[in-house]
């Protein structure tokens, strides 16, 4: 098996497996598998999605402990809260309940997908105060087009003109303008017609990533499915790009409950398995994964994971983990750095 990931000025590295290990043009392609943990909150957090800014500060949701967004500038040890009202779980337009994911857009500005209250909240240039609701109605879940059930993971195209929201309850995925407010109507651009394994179909859509300078496509977990879709805009149906629909399993071409995934610029797929406990990578065109993160059992050493959830990467291909039942952001080296993938998730 081979495998192309980006690399400095334009190279390309293929990666090998040979014994469990990356290896390549430029040295040894891998991530250290044992973490380090980079954000762990005073009382337990569950975190959830995390996202690298172009600074390089780290944000990480904490799901359904303290309710808020934590933010780590870069080289920095001590967190803050960049959203939310700490341990104040609510519906006023600081509060946070069971927010699943993060975004900072170039100009400051950071929104939050807000599960349990079912819209999109935007934090404008990072204040916790100039809040408003830009997709959904707030604590009112349903499928009118105004609406969601319990919207999880979202990505944003290249100007940030548009977001692209799983709506996990109602088995698809919407569009809307940033620039929008609550109670505008949105545009479904794939699933919306009911929870099926099929390819005209989504199974509770979680991670969602879309890379348009690569690909005119979305890329999605169907978390209630174990499977992966490839969707181009604008298609009546997507492909299966890992994963058996409707079949859980723990070998290397099967997924139980996938939630996070990142594309790079060679459209390898780094996908988080949350209910095997570990990261997969799919090498572009193939659906044998290989494990470069997590042991498979769940555990609480530096070298396993336990529900994980979000993935990003920093601007060395660093790669960092919302471990939601250890309650930490795990951070994995990338060894002999030498290759970049999208951090952001344009």
């Known amino acids: 098996m081979s495998c192309h990931i980006d690399a400095p000025k334009n190279q390309v590295c293929k990666i090998v497996i040979e014994n469990k290990h990356l290896l390549g043009a430029f040295g040894d392609l891998r991530w250290n598998t044992t973490g380090i943990t980079v954000i762990n909150s005073p009382s337990n957090m569950g975190a959830s999605g995390v996202f690298v800014g172009f600074d390089g500060t780290l944000y990480s949701v904490d799901e359904n402990s303290n309710f808020v967004v ?100 109602c088995h698809r995925v919407m569009r809307y303008a940033t620039n929008s407010t609550g109670g505008t109507n949105g545009v479904i651009i794939t699933g919306g017609t009911g929870q099926y394994n099929q390819n005209t179909s989504l199974n509770g859509p979680w991670g969602i990533h879309y890379l348009p300078s690569i690909s005119n496509d979305l890329f999605i977990t169907n978390n209630g499915g174990h499977s992966v879709i490839r969707w181009t805009l604008g298609a009546t149906s997507g492909i299966f790009v890992a994963g ?58 530096a070298m396993q994971l336990n529900g994980p959830r979000g993935i990003a990467f920093d601007s060395a291909m660093n790669m960092y983990i919302g471990d939601f039942n250890n309650h930490r952001v795990q951070k994995f080296v990338k060894l002999n750095t030498v290759a970049t993938v999208a951090t952001r998730s344009e």
């Open 70 to 169: 934590w933010k780590l500038l870069k080289n920095a040890i001590n967190i803050t809260i960049a959203a939310g009202l700490y341990q104040s779980q609510g519906s006023n337009s600081s509060q946070l309940n069971y927010p699943n994911d993060v975004y900072v857009d170039r100009y400051g500005n950071l929104y939050v997908t807000d599960a349990y209250n079912h819209r999109i909240q935007k934090f404008s240039n990072g204040s916790t105060i100039n809040v408003q609701t830009v997709a959904g109605v707030t604590g009112s879940p349903s499928s009118a087009l105004n609406e969601f059930n319990t919207p999880r993971y979202f990505t944003f195209d290249a100007t940030e003109t548009y977001m692209y929201i799983s709506d996990y309850n």
């Open 244 to 301: 058996t629909p409707g079949v859980a399993g723990s070998n290397s071409t099967l997924l139980n409950q996938p939630m996070g995934i990142k594309i790079d610029s060679y459209l390898n797929m780094f996908v988080v398995d949350s209910g095997n406990h570990r990261v997969q990578m799919f090498c572009a065109n193939n659906q044998t994964g290989i494990t470069i993160v997590g042991t498979g059992v769940a555990g609480s050493s």
